[in-house]
């Protein structure tokens, strides 16, 4: 018994050694779990790791829809061209209805997802400069505002005023909170809040812009012009356009372009205020979309622009390849460039009657785009021609950018402007009528059947 | 039998510790440790446990005493002579008696003695002898030492020593010595759980004792199991284990050990289909995690963290497969899918040095390529030229450089061109009819292998130290050229003890291996985008010198860019092949130090740590001849008049991953086994783990790399550049330069105990809990305690058993809660560093994983398991059958959502599988004679589905390959679903199914069928399976083959999908018999093939039931021959010596079920060929 003694002593003793030791492990524990598990995965808690993600390129500025061009009318496709392209792509082409999960619907939603997050995150950062935190706050409610636009462009119908507080608008996404179930609005407040969020972005954004992949004052005036314009407020448009090249109104003299390179623009280039884009998706690749001819050839002969921003193609077809986004051919700009602002400031000029400014400022784009000394100013001066040249040089000059379908859109309501737009295909016609349901693509299916979201008609 | 001065202690200790844990209350499994002390602390106590008799019976005769004790123990009783009198009769009053007190009872008095051999008690008259005399007289004191050890010469710590007439015990030491005293003619009694036991009569002149004990029934029940944390005898054991002991693991030549368990192991299936990604699954599916499905691998006592193939098998002593949750839970978070401990060799015994050598070749003929399915070569050609025609390839003409297109297309497109004639065109396509590019894969690329192996292992022991050491080289090499892969393995296994108590232990593996694979690629690579290898390729020039493929860029571009001033632009395998120099290398070490202490004869406490670093590094060295580096360079080069600008150098291009892996753990634990009052045995484990993993890796890519001067041009990562005639836009070059860094921590705490009580009931229980950093910032979601608790009954050991056919019987029941880690999630919002490299914008960025997800648990697995284990006929036939049901809830899935939201998808804890199964083994020995005939049958059978789905995918027009884990409620996550099929349009061959009853070719419709009105044929994945494994012996020879079988799957054959084959060039054999007039539906399910091809069409047809076929099947895939020297014949210093041959993927189907004629284990791809191997083995 004795030496039984003597050992449950010894035990005792390397019992207390053991749990001393085991203690010591527990009480540092806590401390020893918090070792971030990936050294690059984290969560966002600096201003840093929101600035990253706003230099997140793909996800922040190529998220746009690329169906609105799809369907537009600046193009055509051979029967083959056609055959070979995905289904939905062949139902865009031809207005017909297509229901499916769709990355036109899903894209733009996910930059809005990250403006949300960025705007949530901000609340819980500290100590970072008052001009960093605007800058990204700014960027943030820019994304916002202009992707709710551009889904506002595809699913949901042209603004129109009498009916804007009836319509069936898109669903405004303004948490990042994925257990908020999302609601279709009218298209009264989605303009509202887009409108909203801009106007809030303005001031919080640099006055010139210095990185062209982030939002600036400019680019955020040109982007309400955009706004403004798709809805009609002419008076409003133009005040914008004029505010946004006030801050920077650069062209490209067309002739120090060449016309031989493959892709003659620089990404960033002096037009650009802003860029974003989408990606070219099969229907839109410059080796199967071929330029509508009676377009082509409205470009006259000293007009660089047919050597600057098409290329021949074998068979003699037209292929687009002026793309501002400057990297390839795969992709479709859909930034603010100061083209867009000089013609949304003509446009809004001639409808106001200001004659003299509306030729001016036309004169002052086109200018740039002729071999130079052969342009003759236009003189104009009955304002429904004006505005017709306006809109068809307007055209001219911003292919490809998913503004023609915004266009047709607003036109259409517009008795002097309206249009049918066709196709003909394999020898069977599809045509395209001001006010028709297709104008509104079907919204995500996903969207319909987990959300609840009523569909589009 | 506490003692009333120790009582103090007791509550002095247990007030520390509740102090002591009062003050670290965040870690409350610490609980289950002072339960287990205080616990221990109420037995001290000592006395043998043995063999039980329960008998009461007034004046009964010896005879039937011994026939009782037959029956109860199994023990056989012998008389010596005839002089005993079985009928003598005695009084029986036995309730659980000891064995050896039955005898002396009933022995002493007719001056009757026994002892006990293996099984045998032998009844003999007890001879006067001399010493008897005089001990009446003088009691002389004796020092009694000894040791004890099993029949293999193991030491039996713990063994019980006692002296019955002076009614005084001891218990062996950790090396099985002892020491009692005694007098001369004392009866001293060697007992130890599960073995029988001894008695002797101690003689004045014969002090020192070599005791042997004898395990108690047949082998199965010799089987030591060993979770990682402990060894467990399988008679006290609750769980569902599986053992795989060395000569079954070396009954196979490979270099790895996965492939050594593979059919072996019950209820153990690799998913194969994917070849890169062999999937383990144990008893079924248990997660939704992409990969998550396979069990930890345990390698001694720690996870082991690295690559598994690295594991030399010559190394391995044992596996045991841990598969119920009584058996795993210890392992906590990573055991919901089982558990693989490998146990290695370790330095045993007392024995002299002995070497042991095993050397074996592998041999395998070249792939027949040809046993792809494959569209035949002139078909394809007709193909292209239909397509041309419709002016499919036209879009390639406008495009100055990419993609390539065929020779096929070219030509024709020359012909349009004018540049050749209709004849000339004809002639030279017609040319290529006759050529497949297969010819030249073979001839080329591929090559017949030859692995060779060596392993050498040296063991032995001195006074207080034993070891091992063992050193292995494998050089494989692969069927494709310019693939290599070297492996040395080397080993130190060593046990000191540095007294009686303190032992210590340490392992240190080092592993290196080298590689190259330098193969281009082989039959289904090179690929490119949309574009792939023409079948009618060459890869070689009439000359012998490799041919060019238009892979990436067409004919015309690379004939002519730059004119001549550019590099070499066109892309040849064969030159690739001999060009290449990708080389890869690692480096590994383990070290596992432990230390144990026996503070108490019953209470040994365990402090392990070990450390395993690996260090790997692939480079990838290309030379300017090499294809990727003239690309490159050439893609930046700038061309003006005659000056030539290289913005990327003209120079090599090196692209460098480095990785380095460390794991750290260490463990303290504290093991209690003790019995006493000879029927109650309580064996526990308790303690505390802390393991970390981490990793960094390091990519890089150096331009302008100089491989003889180590020189790195510089480039400029900042400013973009034209591309060449600006094909790709303006870029930057890329900075290939990133980054990676994990950890990964866990602290456990756990528990584990058993009792026994007389030898028939256990009951045990075991509990952990896990801490993980890896769920993220928060805290709240990171501990999750884990249990299990089980009971076993050996029925045969009641007195109401009497089925003598059958002497044992036992019965096991356990549940228990075991966990999956789902690293990479997190509550919180995930966003992820990514590098500049990647970014259109050459900035560094952050990208944004997962939204957040409050919500967040960690997966946990339910297991039930009820076990019979049995044997029949005197254990010629023994066996197990287990039942289970597995309950996997709270199981993280991607969630489909509302895409309004801006995630389309998000992992939450939404589903939840059903699993339930049987197990069944059985061993027999059929004929035991000259000639031996072992059988061994594995029987599983799993059957689990989804049985929860938060946010199901719709249903509308679901059907399924089964390829990949999909949930459905109600169906297995592999589940193979398809259209009903309608047959052929007879007037144009369309492919016809139903919509609402009716056939009909409106595949929009049929795709929107609801899933009950789908053909749903069943798993993917077998839920029967198993083998069937004979061993013949003879004279010297043995000769084992296995038979595998696998019932109630099915698999989907590939079909030509004519959208797949005119986009990608990928099309079948089945092409040749497609419906091309009226009245071919006859003999065809193949729709006629059209163009503009409608891909719901062929959706609908891939998709049909007609193309889903029954998998069953039963193979023979191995033999292995072996013949022994024996020792008789006397070669000098050998002790044995042995020849084997081996013969693998043999892929002999012996019974398939389906019609096609088609190898369900190899649908897509190349037949692989057979292996043979031959080696020799020899221990000196």
């Excluded at chain 1, 139902?91 to 297509?98: D, E, I």
């Excluded at chain 1, 001219?396 to 036109?411: E, G, M, Q």
């Excluded at chain 2, 109420?42 to 007034?58: E, F, G, I, N």
């Excluded at chain 2, 995930?830 to 409050?854: D, E, F, K, M």
Aim: aromatic share 12%; proline share 4%.
């Amino acid at each position: 018994m004795k030496n039984q003694q003597y050992s449950a002593n010894r035990w005792i003793q390397h019992t207390l050694f053991m749990t001393v030791i085991t203690v010591a492990v527990f009480t540092s524990c806590n401390k020893y779990l918090d070792a971030k598990p990936d050294q690059s995965i984290a969560t966002p808690s600096t201003i840093e790791d929101l600035e990253g993600i706003l230099n997140n390129y793909n996800f922040v500025n190529a998220k746009y829809s690329s169906a609105p061009e799809v369907s537009s009318d600046d193009y055509y496709l051979t029967g083959t061209d056609w055959a070979s392209l995905p289904d939905y792509q062949r139902a865009y082409y031809t207005w017909q209805k297509f229901n499916g999960p769709i990355g036109d619907y899903t894209s733009p939603y996910s930059a809005i997802e990250y403006a949300n997050i960025i705007m949530e995150s901000l609340e819980k950062i500290n100590g970072a400069s008052p001009v960093r935190i605007n800058a990204v706050r700014g960027n943030a409610l820019y994304l916002r505002a202009s992707y709710h636009y551009a889904l506002a462009q595809v699913f949901a119908p042209a603004y129109n005023k009498n009916t804007a507080d009836s319509d069936q608008g898109i669903a405004l996404r303004l948490t990042a909170d994925i257990a908020v179930k999302p609601k279709r609005s009218t298209i009264g407040e989605n303009y509202n809040q887009i409108i909203t969020d801009l106007t809030k972005a303005a001031p919080l954004l640099p006055d010139y812009p210095d990185q062209k992949f982030r939002a600036s004052k400019p680019a955020a005036y040109g982007m309400l012009a955009r706004v403004y314009l798709a809805m009609g407020d002419y008076g409003n448009a133009g005040k914008y356009a004029d505010a946004a090249l006030k801050l920077y109104n650069k062209l490209i003299n067309y002739n120090t372009v060449s016309t031989t390179a493959t892709i003659p623009f620089r990404q960033f280039n002096d037009e650009v205020i802003y860029d974003s884009r989408t990606g070219i998706p099969p229907a839109l690749a410059n080796t199967k979309a071929k330029i509508d001819t009676l377009l082509f050839s409205s470009y006259a002969p000293n007009d660089l622009r047919r050597t600057v921003i098409f290329k021949t193609n074998a068979d003699g077809s037209r292929a687009f390849k002026g793309s501002y986004t400057g990297v390839n051919n795969a992709s479709a700009f859909t930034g603010i460039a100061t083209n867009e602002l000089y013609f949304i400031k003509a446009e809004c000029a001639v409808r106001a009657n200001d004659i003299s400014i509306g030729l001016a400022t036309l004169n002052t784009v086109l200018s740039t785009r002729w071999k130079t000394g052969t342009y003759q100013p236009v003189t104009i001066t009955d304002a429904g021609v004006l505005l017709k040249t306006v809109l068809a040089e307007r055209r001219k000059d911003l292919l490809f950018r998913t503004l023609r379908w915004t266009d047709l859109r607003r036109l259409n309501l517009e008795a002097d402007h309206r249009q049918e737009i066709r196709r003909i295909l394999n020898g069977t016609s599809y045509k395209l009528e001001p006010g028709s349901p297709r104008y509104v693509f079907q919204i995500d299916q996903n969207a319909v059947e987990l959300g609840g979201l009523p569909q589009n008609p | 039998m506490t003692t009333p001065n120790e009582a103090p202690e007791d509550i002095g200790v247990l007030g520390v510790l509740c102090g002591l844990h009062a003050a670290s209350k965040s870690c409350y499994g610490l609980k289950f440790t002072v339960t287990i002390l205080f616990f221990s602390l109420l037995q001290v106590s000592a006395t043998s446990l043995a063999q039980t008799l329960t008998l009461k019976q007034r004046d009964i005769t010896l005879e039937k005493v011994f026939t009782e004790i037959r029956k109860q123990t199994g023990y056989d009783v012998l008389l010596s002579a005839k002089k005993v009198n079985t009928h003598s009769r005695v009084n029986a009053d036995f309730n659980h008696t000891p064995l050896t007190e039955v005898l002396d009872k009933c022995l002493n008095r007719f001056n009757l003695t026994y002892t006990i051999e293996e099984k045998t008690i032998v009844v003999a008259y007890k001879e006067p002898i001399v010493i008897d005399k005089i001990k009446s007289v003088f009691a002389i004191p004796i020092v009694v030492t000894g040791i004890v050890t099993d029949t293999v010469g193991t030491a039996l710590p713990d063994a019980t020593v006692r002296n019955i007439t002076q009614n005084t015990s001891i218990s062996t030491t950790i090396d099985g010595s002892f020491n009692i005293r005694a007098q001369a003619g004392d009866q001293i009694n060697v007992s130890f759980i599960g073995y029988t036991t001894y008695t002797f009569i101690v003689r004045e002149n014969q002090s020192y004792h070599i005791i042997i004990l004898h395990s108690f029934n047949s082998k199965l029940n010799e089987v030591i199991v060993n979770t990682g944390y402990q060894d467990i005898p399988k008679e006290r054991a609750t769980g569902s284990f599986y053992k795989l002991d060395n000569k079954v693991l070396n009954q196979r030549v490979s270099p790895d050990i996965l492939s050594r368990i593979e059919g072996l192991t019950s209820g153990l299936l690799i998913d194969r289909r994917d070849p890169q990604q062999a999937n383990i699954l144990l008893r079924g599916v248990s997660t939704l995690i992409f990969n998550g499905s396979s069990p930890l691998i345990v390698l001694d006592n720690f996870p082991y963290s690295g690559d598994v193939n690295n594991i030399n098998p010559n190394d391995i002593e044992s596996i045991s497969v841990l598969k119920d949750a009584a058996a795993s839970s210890i392992w906590g978070v990573r055991a919901g899918n089982g558990v693989i401990v490998i146990t290695t060799k370790k330095a045993t015994g007392n024995q002299a040095l002995s070497v042991s050598f095993n050397a074996n070749l592998t041999f395998a003929k070249k792939p027949d390529l040809f046993s792809a399915n494959q569209i035949p070569v002139s078909s394809f050609i007709d193909l292209e030229k239909m397509l041309f025609d419709k002016g499919y390839y036209d879009g390639l003409f406008n495009d100055q450089a990419s993609p390539g297109y065929s020779q096929v297309v070219d030509i024709l497109n020359r012909q349009r061109n004018g540049e050749l004639n209709q004849v000339e065109a004809d002639e030279a396509i017609n040319s290529l009819r006759g050529r497949d590019v297969r010819n030249d894969m073979q001839n080329y690329l591929y090559r017949n292998t030859v692995n060779q192996q060596y392993y050498v292992n040296l063991t032995g022991a001195g006074t207080r130290i034993r070891y091992l050491f063992s050193a292995g080289y494998d050089k494989n090499l692969s069927a494709l050229q310019g693939n290599q892969s070297d492996r040395i393995t080397l080993r130190s296994n060593s046990t000191v003890d540095l007294t009686k108590k303190w032992q210590l232990q340490s392992d240190i593996i080092l592993t290196k291996t080298k590689g190259t694979s330098n193969s281009p690629g082989g039959f289904g690579s090179f690929k490119a985008g949309y574009n792939s290898i023409s079948p009618y390729a060459s890869l070689v020039n009439a000359d012998g010198s490799p041919a060019a493929i238009d892979l990436y860029y067409n004919r015309a571009f690379t004939d002519t860019a730059g004119n001549g001033k550019l590099m070499d632009w066109k892309y040849r395998p064969l030159q690739e092949l001999r060009n290449n120099d990708n080389r890869s290398g690692m480096t590994d070490i383990l070290v596992n130090l432990g230390t144990s202490y026996r503070i108490l004869p019953w209470l040994k406490a365990d402090f392990r740590y070990q450390y395993q670093q690996s260090w790997s590094s692939t480079e990838n060295l290309q030379n300017l001849d090499s294809y990727t580096a003239r690309d490159y360079i050439n893609r930046f080069t700038q061309i003006n008049g005659n000056a030539v600008t290289y913005i990327v150098p003209k120079n090599n291009i090196l692209y460098s991953f480095e990785q380095n892996n460390r794991q750290q753990g260490s463990r303290g634990q504290l093991n209690f086994d003790h019995k006493w009052a000879s029927k109650h045995q309580v064996s526990a484990i308790a303690g505390v783990e802390v393991r970390e993993t981490s990793n960094n890796s390091l990519t890089s890519t150096y331009y302008g790399y100089d491989p003889n001067t180590l020189i790195v041009t510089p480039v400029d990562y900042t400013h973009m550049y034209p591309t060449f005639n600006g094909v790709f836009g303006d870029r930057y070059i890329t900075d290939g330069t990133m980054f990676t860094q994990t950890v990964n921590r866990f602290i456990s705490t756990f528990a584990n105990a058993s009792y026994t009580y007389n030898e028939k009931y256990t009951l045990s229980a075991s509990a952990r809990r896990d801490a993980s950093n890896i769920f993220g910032v928060s805290t709240n979601q990171k501990g999750v305690p884990l249990w299990s608790v089980g009971g076993l009954w050996r029925i045969n050991r009641e007195s109401f058993y009497k089925l003598d056919w059958m002497p044992q019987l036992n019965l096991r029941l356990t549940y228990g809660v075991s966990g999956n880690l789902a690293a990479n999630e997190s509550a919180l919002t995930r966003i992820q560093y990514l590098a500049a490299s990647r970014s259109p914008l050459n900035l560094p960025y952050v990208g944004i994983s997962a939204p957040p997800n409050p919500h967040l648990r960690w997966e946990q697995v339910r297991t039930f398991n009820a076990g019979l284990d049995f044997s029949l006929l005197g254990n010629r036939i023994t066996g197990s059958f287990e039942y289970y049901t597995k309950k996997s809830v709270d199981l993280i899935n991607s969630v489909l959502l509302d895409p309004t939201v801006g995630f389309i998808t998000a992992n939450q804890n939404s589903a939840s599988i059903f699993a339930k199964g049987s197990d069944v083994v059985i061993n027999s020995l059929n004929i035991d004679g000259k000639v031996r005939w072992q059988s061994s049958l594995l029987f599983s059978y799993v059957n689990y589905k989804t049985v929860k789905n938060l946010n199901p995918p719709g249903l509308e027009g679901f059907v399924s390959d089964g390829a990949i884990i999909f949930p459905v409620l109600n169906y297995n996550p592999y589940v193979i679903a398809s259209y009903k099929w309608a047959g052929l349009d007879p007037l144009n061959g369309d492919p016809q199914g139903y919509v609402n009853g009716k056939a009909s070719k409106d595949y929009l419709a049929i795709a929107q069928n609801p899933i009950e009105q789908q053909v749903v044929s069943g798993p993917a994945l077998p839920p029967f399976f198993g083998n069937l494994r004979n061993t013949i012996e003879w004279n010297k020879l043995s000769l084992t083959f296995n038979i595998s079988y696998r019932f109630g799957y099915y698999f989907r054959k590939p079909v030509t999908n004519y959208s797949t084959l005119i986009t990608y060039g990928t099309g079948y054999n089945d092409y040749e018999s497609r419906w091309q007039k009226p009245g071919d539906e006859r003999f065809t399910n193949t729709p006629s093939s059209n163009y503009p091809s409608d891909t719901q069409r062929e959706l609908f047809y891939q998709y049909s039931s007609v193309n889903v076929e029954k998998a069953d099947n039963m193979k023979l895939n191995e033999v292995y021959l072996s013949y022994d020297f024996s020792p008789k014949r006397k070669i000098p210093g050998v002790k044995s010596l042995q020849f084997y041959v081996f013969a693998n993927q043999l892929n002999i189907i012996l019974w398939k079920a389906n019609k096609a004629g088609l190898d369900p284990d190899v649908l897509y791809s190349i037949k692989p060929p057979a292996a043979f191997s031959a080696g020799i083995k020899a221990t000196f």
